[in-house]
């Protein structure tokens, strides 16, 4: 069954920690990354509590992206690498055996085989759709997220430019995850709509 994996937007204000508490009361999501790119480390520090909070009250698991140390420190249930972030060791060594590692793997069979054989508990293909969130690197197509569920048993999550509209090619495609950000926060009708939205596609 695909979960939906909710992103932040990079930047939020001091009210988003209530957007946040009403969105994922609306509908059914699994994970949380707190993907906070345009705020510096003390300000993710600050911001950081209230939001893990909310997460854990609505039973999602609570991601960082990219700093493991900081992760680790927030306690976060896990930490989301790219391939220029920390390594997957320093990610394994803060987090811990029993703490999440996800790696970002573009477009490549090869970087979720090796993330995979490191101990990855999920592998990130991406860009799904164009998406304006960020420059994406690589796309992804959806053939990649098949080719993976056949072979691996790994969960692997999809990731860029996926909304209501996009996400049952890659639930189709046999995604455990849809990672999501835009088609939830800019949503027409608003976060809320949107996440009730989506989880009435992975029902």
Not at 18 to 33: E, I, K
């Amino acid at each position: 069954m695909t979960e939906l994996y909710l992103l932040t937007p990079p930047r939020v204000g001091a009210d988003f920690e209530a957007l946040l508490s009403r969105t994922l009361a609306a509908g059914r999501v699994a994970a949380l990354q707190i993907r906070l790119k345009d705020h510096a480390p003390d300000e993710i520090r600050a911001l950081a509590p209230g939001l893990v909070a909310a997460a854990r009250a609505h039973g999602a698991t609570v991601m960082l992206n990219d700093d493991p140390q900081l992760a680790a420190e927030l306690g976060c249930d896990g930490v989301h690498i790219g391939q220029e972030d920390a390594s997957y060791a320093q990610a394994r060594a803060a987090m811990g055996p029993k703490g999440i590692v996800g790696v970002t793997c573009h477009d490549s069979r090869h970087l979720a085989m090796v993330a995979g054989e490191r101990g990855a508990d999920y592998v990130a293909f991406g860009s799904m759709f164009p998406t304006a969130t960020k420059t994406p690197k690589t796309s992804a197509p959806l053939s990649l997220i098949s080719w993976w569920r056949e072979l691996f048993e790994i969960p692997c999550v999809a990731i860029g430019g996926i909304t209501t509209e996009t996400a049952p090619e890659v639930i189709a495609a046999g995604a455990d995850y849809i990672a999501v950000c835009a088609g939830v926060w800019s949503h027409p009708k608003g976060p809320e709509y949107a996440c009730a939205a989506f989880s009435r596609l992975l029902d």
